[in-house]
């Protein structure tokens, strides 16, 4: 792995260790917590086909 390929993933771990204690402590339903994680889920997932058709 060459340094353009960790330091991008080090900073998106970071990101995910801040935002993650939050999106837990609103998302305290059950259900509203596995509404909202299929939400994002969809958002990555249509991100990602995106990027794989640009590049």
């Keep these: 792995m060459d340094l353009d390929e960790i330091i ?18 609103t998302n305290i339903k059950r259900n509203l917590f596995f ?12 991100l990602m086909i995106l990027l794989y058709f640009i590049t």
């Design 8 to 25: 991008p993933a080090i900073a998106l771990v970071a990101v995910l260790i801040l935002v993650l204690p939050s999106f837990i402590k």
């Design 35 to 46: 509404k909202n994680l299929s939400i994002w889920g969809m958002i990555v997932l249509l």
